[in-house]
């Protein structure tokens, strides 16, 4: 009895070696699209009121009709009350609209089409100078809604880390407005 279940078990192993390794191999995952916004932030890490650029690019040649820009800004991490950065846990991230003075959410949508501007040689897109006025790391990224597409255009995210800043003394400077309490 035993040698016949070996027999089975070891000739179903050999015709499955036999077969072409092509057929033994996962299904290659489907491609994903290409990234087709671009986007930059000045630096990774400010103070707060310093003024940054997010940039959002597209080659040139594409000359896509932007219908509406929205800045997304997702906090994952926060100043906590020992005077440290800390990273939130995921069910804890949120999307914040006030974080920054300048960085608009939402940018055409009811009006023409977005204008865009040569940010670099070769680049058409978006800048945007705005000021950090809350502490914490943040998730930006953009997403343009352009005419003829069925899904808007993503940007990948760019992380943003703004500390306090110092006094002349070279102390932290915290005020409370600074401060994104835990819900």
């Known amino acids: 009895m035993y040698g016949f279940v070996t027999g089975a078990v070891l000739g179903s ?8 390794p092509a057929a033994r191999t996962a299904p290659a995952p489907k491609a994903k699209p290409p990234i087709k916004v671009e986007a930059w932030v000045s630096k990774a890490e400010a103070v707060v009121g310093e003024t940054l650029t997010l940039e959002q690019s597209v080659p040139g040649k594409w ?12 906090r994952i991490g926060r100043w906590d009350a020992t005077g440290v950065m800390v990273n939130l846990p995921a ?5 914040e609209f006030n974080a920054f003075d300048g960085l608009p959410w939402l940018a055409g949508r009811s009006g023409p089409p977005v204008p ?5 040689p070769g680049r058409h897109g978006r800048e945007f100078e705005f000021t950090p006025k809350r502490l914490g790391v943040f998730l930006i990224y953009a997403e343009w809604t352009v005419k003829g597409e069925s899904a808007p255009w993503h940007s ?10 110092l006094d002349p003394l070279g102390r932290l400077v ?9 819900e």
């Open 13 to 20: 192993l050999f015709a499955w070696v036999a077969i072409a």
């Open 116 to 120: 865009q501007v040569e940010v670099r």
């Open 91 to 95: 069910e804890e991230f949120r999307e």
């Open 63 to 74: 000359n896509p009709e932007v219908r509406s820009i929205e800045n997304r800004v997702v």
């Open 156 to 165: 990948p995210p760019v992380v943003l880390t703004v500390h306090p800043p």
């Open 174 to 182: 915290i005020k409370p407005e600074y401060l994104v309490e835990k």
